[in-house]
């Protein structure tokens, strides 16, 4: 579903990639740990088409992202599952205008919006909140509707950089297990995180950076780098 082949990628000369390879499966749930400066968050602009690479060859689902024409990035977003650490979510608008605003920029029809948003509210477990805004929401519910609008789509792939920065530590093992949840569906999920104790706690596949090199790929492996202090 995710394939990096000898990837290269460097901001004025200084690398922030080297040589990397990296496979993930269809419905394969993995975290991406790794100190700042690693490499993280420029694999996950690079798997959105906010960045090229300066070598190598990037695929998601079969498509060359390297190839892909530049009028069809936005469209490749929209089938995508992407989830912040801020939410970005539209504070004018209802939770149910939020998560609808995806399928609406696809021209999906309205019953079809209204039965598919429902659903993904009701995934997430945030259905009673869908006449709410943004401000009238916790920072977990909050993500909550960050999870539903990334999944109403029902995208093969969700990437979620640093989903849990802004929360407590119960309500970041509750959003993460959602996530391993949705993954069990068959969404290929991955994680770029600094939050040692969820993937400790999940066990699931961890791949760990330094350096801009993958120096660790364990699956039920546990928060462990190189470097690490």
């Not at 920029?105 to 509210?121: F, M, T, W, Y």
């Not at 977990?140 to 792939?157: D, F, L, M, T």
């Amino acid at each position: 579903m995710i394939l990096f082949q000898n990837v290269n990628k460097d901001y004025n000369g200084r690398p922030a990639l080297s040589n990397l390879n990296l496979h993930i499966g269809k419905g394969e749930f993995a975290f991406l740990v790794g100190p700042s400066g690693a490499g993280k968050s420029t694999m996950m602009r690079l798997l959105y088409r906010e960045e090229l690479p300066n070598s190598g060859q990037i695929f998601m689902g079969g498509v060359n992202l390297n190839k892909l024409p530049t009028y069809q990035v936005p469209r490749l977003r929209r089938r995508l599952g992407i989830i912040f650490q801020d939410y970005k979510l539209l504070p004018k608008q209802t939770v149910f205008n939020n998560v609808a605003y995806v399928l609406r920029a696809l021209g999906v029809d309205e019953k079809n919006v209204e039965k598919r948003v429902i659903s993904a509210l009701s995934v997430v477990n945030i259905e009673s909140k869908k006449n709410a805004y943004p401000t009238e929401l916790s920072g977990g519910e909050q993500q909550r509707v960050g999870i539903a609008r990334a999944i109403v789509n029902g995208p093969p792939v969700l990437l979620a950089d640093e989903p849990t920065g802004n929360l407590d530590p119960a309500t970041s093992l509750e959003i993460v297990q959602l996530l391993a949840e949705i993954s069990q569906r068959g969404t290929t999920v991955l994680i770029a995180t600094h939050d040692e104790p969820i993937v400790n706690a999940l066990r699931k596949r961890v791949i760990a950076l330094h350096a801009g090199q993958i120096v660790a790929d364990v699956d039920s492996g546990v928060y462990e780098l190189k470097g690490n202090s």
